[in-house]
């Protein structure tokens, strides 16, 4: 349906630019970001996460789709922002759209409005509830202080809730006792224009650190395939602090907040202005090797100015607590409860909300048991999220895992689970007269997902790890005539559904002591129809802008004790969808490091070098330049 791909595009144009490291706090001590690249492919294996059952636990047994990004990955690699770091996971769709704004998603439905992903930034959720997805042109965070990011790839809504339908990004930053001394860091070149860091974390007393910084970055506007400039340069200032405190050995307590400011150049007479803060509290305390509780609570606000668009302020309060116990010798029992409140003011212009203001307030509680069903060789997981929002009223979403150690460096896992995505504001309360409207009854997009991993250790120096899947998503958000055969106006709801299947490859191999590759493959098929009833005929289009493909090898090597060199290679495969219809690309990142002395790195970093510009998504119009910059860090 015509109509509804340009009302689609309408609201995305009216909304703007919208965008192996263990923990090293006191419960989770471990390996220095450091001594990574020292790590045996066995150790990393050991690595432990938290994000697929919310407790620590290893990778190699891990029955879910995770990929994890190391800090010190992240360091060599040369990103300069967080979803650059992102396309280091080889289990995520990363894809620029301008200089400001990215789409990020996995296993599909990935689109400028992707709304199936759960972002955790130190375990506040990123998301935003205007349009259940996120801004990403204001998540930043200090790259040099991310102690790792867990990337699951499938849903995670047993334990994380409403959004966490395709996958859960948690981005967990160090302890502060772990970032002392003074860091600053400059540079620029043709992408990023400038940028500059400065940190410093020190102790108040021995069982009490801190560190606070600054940064700022400036990116130049992407071009159009004519090779004019399109206009959205793109600057964003962040500041903010963490505190970590341990009154004694078997708790933690911390405080952390951010705050920032970006501006991205608009064709009209003001740019876009966003600014916003957070603040977040929590206390972990260990009752003893097997049990466990933490308590944390955040408030979070965001105020975008987008001019003609419109002017909205939005206001998060979280409380979130979880309580993790054996039973007997066979149970591992993780519960929780939270409430989120919500508070939107969205002042219209070009598009607007009815009301404009708005409170939502959402209820939930969860519980997983697992279960060794025989003692270090099968476990089983069971497990369910009750959430009760304003929208839909009670969501049920639960899961069933089962993971089998074959052998010390063999296991197989299987899920079956159950998530959907609720309502956005725009969903149910947009409004753009008389061409298109929300619908009031709009329901909670519904998947039930089935997957199929195996782990292993082949030897010493290879992993290898393997992910299939099969998604059934049902009430997929639909744009119908309300009054047919009349084109407009037009009205959401839930007319379509669809599957996609495929499959995940990921390896590492440590080549020499000196030199470690990584590769990552996934195949991806993804169909979106119109239920009976239904007069879309988009086929999806307004929803997903997939490609079926895509490769990355990564290659660091360690030329001399003080010299480094990292290559990234990435392939994706040709977005078919029409309304933003891709060619394939591969594009080739190098970064090369000198560190003359302990404190001092120098540093030059090429992206995109294979093609003197390409698109990514959003319109060919929109494309990323060959670009180059050079980095100086120093340590004290």
């Given at each position: 349906m015509r109509a509804a791909a340009a009302v689609t595009a309408v609201l995305l144009f009216s909304l703007g630019p919208v965008a192996f490291i263990p923990s090293s706090n006191a419960a989770e001590a471990g390996t220095s970001v450091g001594a990574l690249k020292k790590l045996s492919i066995e150790e990393l294996l050991d690595v432990e996460?938290?994000?697929?059952?919310?407790r620590p636990e290893k990778l190699s047994d891990t029955a879910s789709g995770i990929q994890v990004i190391g800090g010190e990955e992240i360091h060599r690699s040369g990103a300069a922002s967080l979803p650059e770091a992102l396309r280091l996971a080889g289990n995520l769709e990363t894809a620029q759209i301008n200089a400001a704004q990215w789409a990020i998603s996995a296993r599909g439905f990935n689109a400028p409005l992707s709304n199936k992903m759960l972002v955790l930034i130190d375990g506040r959720t990123v998301y935003s509830p205007l349009f259940s997805g996120v801004f990403w042109d204001i998540q930043d965070v200090m790259l040099e202080d991310v102690d790792r990011i867990e990337v699951i790839s499938g849903p995670g809504a047993t334990l994380w809730g409403t959004n966490a339908v395709n996958g859960?990004?948690?981005?967990?930053?160090?302890?502060?006792?772990?970032?002392?001394?003074?860091f600053v860091e400059t540079g620029g070149g043709t992408q990023p224009r400038g940028l500059g860091a400065i940190r410093y974390g020190g102790a108040i007393s021995p069982k009490i650190h801190f560190r606070v910084y600054g940064k700022y970055t400036d990116w130049k506007s992407t071009v159009r395939a004519t090779g004019q400039d399109p206009g959205n340069d793109y600057a964003q200032a962040q500041g903010g602090f963490r505190l970590d405190a341990e009154p004694s050995e078997a708790d933690l307590m911390t405080l952390q907040g951010d705050s920032y400011q970006s501006t991205i150049q608009l064709a009209g007479p003001r740019d876009l202005v966003t600014h916003g803060s957070n603040l977040l509290g929590r206390w972990s305390h260990t009752i003893s090797a097997d049990s466990d509780f933490k308590l944390q609570c955040y408030a979070d606000r965001v105020h975008r100015d987008s001019v003609s668009s419109f002017n909205d302020t939005l206001t998060t309060y979280d409380i979130d607590f979880q309580h993790r116990l054996p039973i007997g010798t066979t149970q591992d029992v993780v519960w929780g409860a939270g409430y989120r409140l919500v508070?939107?003011?969205?002042?219209?212009?070009?598009?607007?909300?009815?009301?404009?203001?708005?409170?939502?307030?959402?209820f939930s509680a969860f519980v997983q048991d697992e279960i060794a069903v025989v003692t270090d060789s099968l476990n089983l997981t069971l497990g369910t999220k009750v959430e009760h929002n304003d929208y839909t009223g009670f969501e049920f979403q639960p899961g069933v895992r089962l993971a089998w150690k074959i052998r010390e460096n063999q296991t197989v896992w299987a899920a079956i689970s159950r998530a959907v995505r609720t309502p956005a504001r725009i969903d149910r309360a947009y409004y753009i007269p008389p061409v298109s409207y929300g619908s009031p009854d709009l329901e909670s997009e519904e998947l039930i997902a089935y997957e199929l991993g195996f782990r292993t250790r082949v030897h010493e120096r290879l992993s290898l790890s393997i992910a299939s899947y099969y998604h059934d998503y049902d009430k997929i958000r639909s744009i119908e005539p309300v009054n047919p055969p009349a084109a407009?106006?037009?009205?959401?709801?839930?007319?379509?559904?669809?599957?996609?299947?495929?499959?995940?490859?990921?390896?590492?191999?440590?080549?020499?002591?000196?030199?470690?590759?990584r590769a990552a493959f996934s195949e991806l098929r993804l169909r979106v129809r119109p239920k009976a009833g239904s007069l879309d005929t988009s086929y999806g289009a307004g929803e997903a802008a997939d490609s079926k493909h895509h490769v990355m090898v990564r290659s660091s090597w360690d030329l001399r004790r003080d010299v480094q060199f990292d290559a990234t290679y990435r392939y994706v495969g040709r977005v078919e969808n029409p309304s933003v219809a891709m060619p394939g690309y591969s594009e080739l990142d190098l970064r090369l490091a000198w560190r003359p002395t302990d404190q001092l790195e120098l540093s030059v970093v090429g992206q995109n070098l294979l093609h003197r510009r390409h698109p990514e998504l959003g319109g060919a119009s929109q494309q990323m330049e060959r670009s180059a910059y050079g980095k100086i860090a120093w340590r004290y």
């Open positions: 996460v938290t994000s697929v059952s919310r859960v990004i948690n981005i967990t930053s160090k302890n502060a006792k772990d970032t002392p001394g003074l508070k939107d003011d969205f002042r219209s212009g070009s598009i607007g909300l009815l009301p404009e203001r708005a409170s939502l307030s959402t407009i106006p037009l009205v959401f709801a839930n007319g379509q559904k669809g599957e996609s299947y495929g499959a995940e490859v990921s390896a590492e191999y440590q080549a020499t002591d000196w030199w470690r590759l």
